[in-house]
Every structure is written in structure tokens, then in C-alpha cells.
């Protein structure tokens, strides 16, 4: 199982506006240089954050890009889900409908302790806590 780079490039986005927080809006070509993706790509992610509440946007010189909430209150499992969507790992856990085994299928349990276990870990990551280990990155690294 892996997470597409539609998650990955935008956990990484949503890390640069949440550092930003507080200084306002950010330009996506700036995101896109400092972290070395395509700003075409981001332009896709930024689709489905705003369409999700996460970010908000304005036009003008001092336009740009910014969080629609306080980085305290957006989840990494916000991000991935919209970006994503359905977080089941197999399709059987969220839609049973799909399967005639569900009923007898003892495997289908080691499934949903999975997506429990992503989803509750994915959960107890904000934006704030991604700042913070930024942060101590940053010091560490000065050293």
C-alpha cells in the first residue's frame, strides 16, 4: 500500500501555508519552486483543498493561497481524505455491498482494524504539530 504523491505534494503544501499562517496569502509559484514541484501539479490539489474547506484563495498582488483554518484544527487524514477520497484500503470495509463473502470472510477483520488504525493515526497529526516538528527540525539542523 502506498500514498499517491497527490497526498504527499499536498501535505507538503498545506505544511508551507500553515508555516505562513499568520503572515498571509502565498503565492503557488513560490510553493512550487521551494519545494520543487510542478505548479501545474499543485494547481490540481488546490482544486480539491478548496473544494474541501481547507484552503482559501484571493486574486491580486496580494492574493495567493492560504489556510481556511487554523492549523490546529486541519488533520493530516483532512488532507489525504480530500485529496484521495475513500481512505479503505480494500473496498469491502467501507462498501460491503461489493462482496457476497463479507458475512464470512475472517480476513475482512484484519481490514478494518487497518483502517482504523490509518485513520486514527492519520487523525492525530494537525498542520500545528507538522509547524512544530518543522520548528525543531530547523533548530537541530543549525547545530
Not at 482544486?47 to 493561497?65: E, F, M, P, T
Not at 492549523?71 to 460491503?96: M, R, Y
Amino acid at each position: 500500500m502506498r500514498l499517491s504523491t497527490r497526498s504527499r505534494y499536498g501535505t507538503r503544501l498545506m505544511l508551507k501555508l500553515a508555516l505562513n499562517y499568520t503572515k498571509g496569502p502565498v503565492f503557488l509559484k513560490n510553493i512550487a519552486q521551494e519545494e520543487e514541484i510542478s505548479e501545474k501539479y499543485l494547481s490540481h490539489l488546490v482544486i480539491h483543498l478548496k473544494a474541501s474547506g481547507l484552503i482559501s484563495s484571493s486574486r491580486g498582488a496580494h492574493g495567493g493561497y492560504r489556510l481556511a483554518k487554523s492549523p490546529k484544527l486541519i488533520t493530516v487524514k483532512d488532507i489525504v481524505q480530500a485529496l484521495e477520497g475513500n481512505l479503505s484500503t480494500v473496498e469491502c470495509v467501507k462498501n460491503p455491498s461489493v462482496c457476497k463473502r463479507v458475512k464470512s470472510c475472517v480476513t475482512r477483520d484484519v481490514w478494518e482494524t487497518l483502517d482504523e488504525k490509518i485513520a486514527n493515526t492519520l487523525s492525530s497529526i494537525t498542520l500545528d504539530d507538522l509547524v512544530k516538528s518543522q520548528d525543531r527540525l530547523k533548530s537541530k539542523n543549525k547545530i
